[in-house]
T-cell receptor, first 115, second 110 residues
C-alpha cells in the first residue's frame, strides 16, 4: 500500500529536549516536505526536499532542521524545542515530473506538545 | 493581501444540501488548483485537481476555476454526513510549492 508514515504520532516533551520526527514514504517520490498546521493559520511549509541531499527552507523554517540522506526518509529535527513549536506536523511527498503536478500525499500527522 | 483567502466557516448544512466552498487568490503565477479534504485526526487527501479555467466534475463534486477573477470553488451536491471534514484549497506554480487556504470546516447533519 502506498503510504507516508510518520512517527511518533503523538509526543509530549519539554522545552530544550531534542527530538526527531521521522517520515518515510514507499512511493519512490523525489519531493518531500514538512508542514505544520495550527488553528487559524492553516498549513505552513517548514522545509522541503527535491531529492537526496537537496533541501530548502519553506515559509517557517526557524527552529527546525531536516536531512535527506535517503530517498525514502525525510526526518524533521527540533534541536531545542520551544512551546511555540507545539503543533500538528505533516510530512508529504510527491513525484516530480508526473501528470499530477503538485499532488501531495500526506502522512497521518504527528501531534507535538512542548511544555 | 494574503496569497490565498478561504472562509474558515464553520459551515453546517442538512444532508442533501448543495455546498459551495470558495477561495480567492492574488498570485497570477498559480497554474494548478486543488481541493484537499481532511478528516478529523487524519492527513489531507487530494479530492479535486485542475489546471485550467472552467469546471471539472467528479461524481458529486465539481471544481470550478475562474482565473480572470482569481477565484476557485468546490461544489458538493447531495451532501452526505460522510462529507463532514475540513476542505482546504491549494494552489501552485512551477516550483512544486503549494500554498494552502486555511480550510473550511464542513458539517453535514443527518
Amino acid at each position: 500500500e502506498a503510504q507516508v508514515t510518520q512517527n511518533p504520532r503523538y509526543l509530549i516533551t519539554v522545552t530544550g529536549k531534542k527530538l526527531t520526527v521521522t517520515c518515510s514514504q514507499n512511493m519512490n517520490h523525489e519531493y518531500m516536505s514538512w508542514y505544520r498546521q495550527d488553528p487559524g493559520l492553516g498549513l505552513r511549509q517548514i522545509y522541503y526536499s527535491m531529492n537526496v541531499e537537496v533541501t530548502d527552507k519553506g515559509d517557517v523554517p526557524e527552529g527546525y532542521k531536516v536531512s535527506r540522506k535517503e530517498k525514502r526518509n525525510f526526518p524533521l529535527i527540533l534541536e531545542s524545542p520551544s512551546p511555540n513549536q507545539t503543533s500538528l506536523y505533516f510530512c508529504a511527498s510527491n513525484s516530480i515530473g508526473g501528470d499530477r503536478y503538485g499532488e501531495l500525499f500526506f502522512g497521518e500527522g504527528s501531534r507535538l506538545t512542548v511544555l | 493581501q494574503k496569497e490565498v483567502e478561504q472562509d474558515p466557516g464553520p459551515l453546517s448544512v442538512p444532508e442533501g444540501a448543495i455546498v459551495s466552498l470558495n477561495c480567492t487568490y492574488s498570485n497570477s503565477a498559480f497554474q494548478y488548483f486543488m481541493w484537499y479534504r481532511q478528516y478529523s485526526r487524519k492527513g489531507p487527501e487530494l479530492l479535486m485537481y485542475t489546471y485550467s479555467s472552467g469546471n471539472k466534475e467528479d461524481g458529486r463534486f465539481t471544481a470550478q476555476v475562474d482565473k480572470s477573477s482569481k477565484y476557485i470553488s468546490l461544489f458538493i451536491r447531495d451532501s452526505q454526513p460522510s462529507d463532514s471534514a475540513t476542505y482546504l484549497c491549494a494552489m501552485g506554480g512551477s516550483n512544486y510549492k503549494l500554498t494552502f487556504g486555511k480550510g473550511t470546516l464542513l458539517t453535514v447533519n443527518p
